[in-house]
């Protein structure tokens, strides 16, 4: 079913986690918190808004890490029922698409209802102080569609926090599919 992310709780604390990743350790905040920020993104295989935008969600990621913002995914549905959200699955989705960054499994789905995830793909963007400061889309692209003037919307959100610390005013909900809760 197609959603949008909610509405964000801009200055919301972040919540800590302990998270299996798919290099077989666990992660915490403490692992992922950079001098900028950190940006938790909530994810999954089977989705084919996060199949159409993987590419640029790992550049885009790739880019934050350069900036020095932290970076993960999380897979937050039900694997039990939806097998292609597996973790060997996990394993292979982040191998393909190269991942540089951790993507970790919240197989309890504890993690993905203390933040209020609501879709695949959903981004909570955090400031150094590990306050909410952006809830929104990655980019302006469309679903399937082609784009000339692709507008980075994330990474102009943490550019705006770092270079003025100030945040985007209207924020844009990011669409993807439900969350396959148990």
């Given amino acids: 079913m197609l959603l949008n ?31 900028n920020g950190f940006v938790v993104a909530f994810i999954c295989n089977h989705c084919p808004y996060v199949k159409d935008m993987i590419s640029r969600l790992v550049s885009d990621f790739n880019y934050l890490l350069s900036i020095d913002v932290g970076v993960l995914t999380i ?8 097998p292609e959200d597996s973790f060997e699955n996990m394993k292979n989705f982040s191998k393909i698409n190269s991942f540089s960054f951790p ?18 793909p959903d981004f909570f963007c955090f400031d150094k102080k590990d306050k909410l400061f952006y809830r929104g889309r990655l980019d302006n692209v469309k679903y399937k569609s082609k ?30 599919c439900s969350i396959k809760w148990k």
């Fill in 103 to 120: 993507y970790l499994i919240d197989s309890d789905q504890i993690i993905a209802k203390k933040y209020d995830a609501t879709c695949t």
């Fill in 75 to 82: 897979m937050p549905n039900d694997y039990l029922s939806y």
């Fill in 147 to 176: 784009y000339e003037k692709r507008e980075r919307c994330l990474i102009s959100a943490y550019l705006k926090i770092i270079e003025n610390n100030s945040i985007v005013i209207n924020q844009k909900h990011s669409i993807g």
């Fill in 5 to 35: 992310s909610n509405r964000a709780n801009i200055g919301m604390k972040a919540h800590d986690f302990s998270l299996l990743n798919v290099n077989n350790k666990f992660y915490t905040l403490k692992n992922i918190r950079k001098k």
